[in-house]
């Protein structure tokens, strides 16, 4: 009884027959086998579900990337806004303590968060100097367009691109659009993406102006913390701006992947004669 409660999957009795133990000996024999076999094939099929599970992660976020480029490459951008943007926003997502995995997830997702572009006329994206009020208009659909294109996703990478889209250009104190939404009814991935998004647009060169030095830009982010911005997100910000320094000084890599041919990727590739890449938000900053 002892040894069957140790684990033990059969006994024989004393001095048992030469034919009977020869017969149970095959049997345990063929049973280990057997089981091993069966720990093999489990061990197999886990190692490939994830395998087939990270191969189906690495897609999406590649999906994810290329369409951000296909926006950007509309603005004669090459990406380095849309991975800059992201850069920043992990830091914040990191600094407020978000969950590990939601901090990723606003990281592969804000660089869609000017998709709703593709659907603004060129005549208006395009045009060099400043808008009207009309184009502006116009230019401001963008939120709401991203949203529509990126909404109803069964892929929670997509609900929040979708979430980053509408809410990007909602302000703290009410005063953005297009829902006019406040403090925390500005899904939180979309307040982090607004202080990278504005940061970046002040902080790099237009054609009709000098890039803002980034002490300037960090006093108008301090400044306007509490109305523009959520003032946890400023806080997380700055308290990593060494981070902050080194993402706007240094080359930005393309995440994609360097196999195949990938023309032009975020880095390299055409350069555009395309004057600001995002007035919306030089307009929400200045
Ligand atoms: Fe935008
Ligand atoms: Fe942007």
Known sequence: ????????????????????????LRNLIQLGAAVRKLNDRAAHLASEVAAATRKLGEREEEIILRLALA?????????????????????????????????????????????GKVAIPDNILLKPGR?????MAVIRTHATIGEKILADSSCELIQLGAQI???????????????????DEIPVAARVVAVADVFDALTTRRP????????????????????????ACVEAFLSRWDEV????????????????????????????????????????AV
């Open 165 to 183: 889209a509408a809410g990007h250009h909602e302000r703290w104190d009410g005063a953005g659009y297009p829902n006019g939404l406040k403090a």
């Open 71 to 115: 926006v950007e490459y509309r603005d004669n951008d090459t990406g380095k806004h849309t991975l800059r943007v992201a850069r920043y926003s992990r830091i914040i997502a990191e600094q407020l303590g978000l969950p590990a995995r939601l901090c990723r997830d606003i990281y592969l997702a804000a660089p869609l968060h000017d998709v």
């Open 208 to 231: 009709y102006k000098e890039p803002m030095p980034l002490d300037v830009a960090r006093d108008y982010l301090v400044e306007n913390q509490g109305r523009q911005f959520d003032p």
């Open 245 to 284: 320094v080194g993402i706007a000084a240094g080359p930005v890599a393309t995440p994609l992947p360097k196999s195949g041919a990938t023309p032009a990727p975020f880095i390299l590739g055409a350069t555009g004669s395309r004057p600001d890449l995002d007035r919306t938000d030089e307009a929400a």
């Open 131 to 135: 808008l009207t009020d009309d184009e």
């Open 1 to 24: 009884m002892e040894a069957l409660q140790a684990g033990a999957t059969d006994f024989l009795p004393k001095a048992p027959q030469s034919v009977e133990m020869t017969v149970r």
